[in-house]
């Protein structure tokens, strides 16, 4: 599938935490990443991205205010596959935090 680039803002970055909002119109992805450190995701518009990794694409809906978290080693792409705006803030938590 041919998506656009979702949208990335660095709101901080220092030895603690990296914070990045990510906007993702409809048809838009991250591209494949591997995540370096564990993180936390802050859920800001919900709805049903698109989880592709080594196993597979499935559907993975989010909603608005429920956090989760994943551990570093995290490889995939998120893409919204829908027709609505999804956004959600990512909490990196860096080694010594």
């Not at 119109?25 to 591997?34: E, K, L, R």
């Not at 450190?37 to 800001?44: D, M, S």
């Not at 809906?61 to 998120?78: D, L, M, Q, T, V």
């Amino acid at each position: 599938m041919n998506r656009t680039t979702a949208l990335s803002e660095v709101q901080r970055d220092d030895d603690e935490l990296r914070v990045t909002l990510w906007q993702f119109p409809p048809g838009s992805g991250t591209g494949w990443h591997v995540h370096e450190v564990a993180y936390v995701v802050v859920p800001i518009n919900g709805g049903a991205l698109t989880v592709e990794d080594k196993s597979g694409s499935r559907a993975y809906p989010i909603e608005s205010g429920k956090s989760y978290s994943r551990p570093a080693g995290a490889e995939h792409n998120i893409a919204n596959d829908g027709t609505d705006d999804i956004a959600f803030v990512e909490i990196e938590l860096k080694p010594g935090r």
